[in-house]
Every structure is written in C-alpha cells, then in structure tokens.
C-alpha cells in the first residue's frame, strides 16, 4: 500500500490554476521515496478512486479563487456525502474520499492545500504572487509526505 499520495490538480495552461501541477512535478523531482505516489490531472475523477483507496494519507494540491492572492491554506478534510455533483465526472476531494470509503471500505486521512491565485488567463506560468509561496509549500508537503504518522496531517 502506497503510504501517501499527492494529486496536483487544475489547468496547467490557465496560469495559476496549473499550481497543482507545478508542485506536483516538483515534489516529483525533490521525493525519492516509493511509498510516495504524486499524480496529476485537470479534475479530480471517480478514476482516482482506486488509488484513494490505497493509501494511507491523501493530500490534494489545488488552486483558488477565494481569497488574497498568494494566500495559503492547508488543512484537514473529511468525506462528505454532498452529493452535488453525483450526475458528473467532476468531484470534491471530500466526496472523493466519501465514495473510497463507500466502494472500498476505505478513506484514508487526507488534507488539502489550497493557493489563492491572481491569474487564470490563459497561458502557462505562475503570477508573481503565486510564484513567491512556491518554496514555502514546497518544504510543507516534503515533509508531509515523507513523514513516518500517516496521521500527522
């Protein structure tokens, strides 16, 4: 079982909604370790389910609209049974995690770090706001990632 897996998510030619992305081929490039999985995708898709389910730790990397731009947020989730998007390909990390547990049995522990952007115009790159946070959550989720409690999120 792979202890933790990473999805960078969001539109890598959209500037700042490609954060995902971007952190996720750093950690990529940075994390040597094979229990340490990091994937990237436009959306998060009842695909990602069985590999949810194989974890013990989740963490979703995301860009946002809300907030002051270059702004972060990491914090805790739980499954959710919104069933909001039930008739689409498109969910939430909570309703992700709550249909891992519904098919599989199994939800692990999961957090999300949020970055609020500036720039969601087409075109690749980070605004500068955005680009300036990069080492700061880089070193956060290095050591969220490589650390031994799966729980410690």
Known sequence: MTRTLVIGYGNPVRRDDGLGWLV?????????????????????????LALISETDRVIFVDACEDGRPGEWHFRPIQASKSQDSALTHHFSPEQLLAMADLLY?????????????????????LS??????LPEIIDLLCQHCTTNNPEQL
């Open 24 to 48: 996720a081929n750093q950690l990529g490039r940075i994390i040597n370790d094979p229990t340490v999985e990091i994937v990237t995708t436009i959306q998060l898709l009842p695909e990602h």
């Open 128 to 133: 500068a706001c955005v680009e300036a946070v």
């Open 105 to 125: 049995a199994h939800s692990p522990d999961a957090a999300i770090l949020t970055v609020s952007g500036a720039d969601f115009g087409y075109g690749e790159g």
